[in-house]
Nanobody, 120 residues
Framework: QVQLVESGGGLVQPGGSLRLSCAAN????????MAWYRQAPGKERELVAAITSFHTPNYADSVKDRFTISGDSAKNTVSLQMNSLKPEDTAAYFC??????????????WGRGTLVTVSS
């Protein structure tokens, strides 16, 4: 059993900031990658940002210079600091983790999602 617990979503005005957090809990050997995806109504789910166990970050072009992903490998957590938010950032945000299980196989795990609404 591996679970991802997300928090930090909410309503914010354009130009404001939010910080999303995700923690991986359960039985696994290690977390290899943690990432944030988002999906707006009527649109496909897209990758927002990802970070590997070696702390190499990747960002979607639409959020570069506005969002920052960070992780704590010791605590198996990841955060997404979102600044200068725009209405088009409105979506359900999902945490994703690629974990190495105790049987040494890789599995992708999804959180339930947290809503972010950017509106005045």
């Amino acid at each position: 059993q591996v679970q991802l617990v997300e928090s930090g979503g909410g309503l914010v005005q354009p130009g404001g900031s939010l910080r999303l957090s995700c923690a991986a809990n359960g039985s696994f050997f290690r977390v290899d990658t943690m990432a944030w995806y988002r999906q707006a109504p009527g649109k496909e789910r897209e990758l927002v940002a990802a970070i590997t166990s070696f702390h190499t970050p990747n960002y979607a072009d639409s959020v570069k210079d506005r969002f920052t992903i960070s992780g704590d490998s010791a605590k198996n957590t990841v955060s997404l600091q979102m600044n200068s938010l725009k209405p088009e950032d409105t979506a359900a945000y999902f945490c994703n983790a690629v974990v190495l299980t105790t049987r040494f196989t890789q599995r992708a795990v999804w959180g339930r999602g947290t809503l972010v609404t950017v509106s005045s």
